[in-house]
Structures are given as C-alpha cells and as structure tokens.
C-alpha cells in the first residue's frame, strides 16, 4: 500500500502514475497534507510533524507492506521524513519533467509531467 501525503489526490494523478503506483505498492490512500503557516517557528513544525507520525504509526501499524508518498512544504515534509525513516518506513518522492509554454500574452503555463516515484535515501 502506498499513502500519498501530498496536495495532488490520487484521483488527480495522470494514469501514468497512477499504474506505477498501482504496480509497484498495489492500493493508494489519500491522506490530507496540512497547510503549513509561512510565518510557523521551526517547533510549531517539529510538533506538527510529530502530530502527523503518531496517526500514521497508528494506521501502518495493521498493514504489513505500506509506503508512503511525501510531497509538500519542505520544512514540513523533512521533519516527517526523519520520522519515517527512524521508524524503517519507506518514503518516495514523485519526479517529473517540467514543461513551461509561455502564452502570446506573456503567462506562464507549466504543466509537470510524472516520471517515476524516487525512494528518498
């Protein structure tokens, strides 16, 4: 099983994503990334961080093979990442090409296009 931490919902995947997902970790459950507060202090993360392990430890714990998709604000995202990694829990990041078309009326138009998951190491 895959848990996807990220703003972009399984549904909202490209199906090229969502059969690597399906192929490589079977089931994908959307979990809600939180919204992070620009102006939050280093322990306001660190305590949000902890806050997201303790329900995640308590969801892996009934599944045998879980992995999860960890994408989002980085102060937030590195705090959990160490976490997870303390805790032997895999954690994969989505790579993707990144196609920018600027329009004839000067705005920018950037479409990401998935590539593969990248365990973190």
Not at 62 to 83: Q, R, Y
Request: charged share 30%; hydrophobic share 40%.
């Amino acid at each position: 099983m895959l848990i996807n931490l990220s703003n972009h919902p399984f549904p909202e995947w490209s199906e090229r994503q969502k059969k690597e997902a399906w192929r490589l970790f079977g089931e994908v459950e959307d979990w809600h990334f939180p919204p992070i507060d620009p102006e939050s202090t280093a322990s306001e993360i660190e305590k949000l961080a902890e806050d997201y392990f303790q329900k995640l430890a308590v969801r892996i714990a009934s599944i045998p093979d879980v992995a999860i998709h960890l994408m989002g604000e980085m102060t937030f995202s590195f705090a959990l990442l160490k976490k997870l990694q303390e805790s032997k829990i895999d954690c994969y990041a989505s790579t993707a090409n990144r196609n920018v078309n600027i329009l004839a009326s000067g705005e920018k138009v950037v479409r990401f296009d998935f590539v593969k998951f990248r365990k973190y190491g």
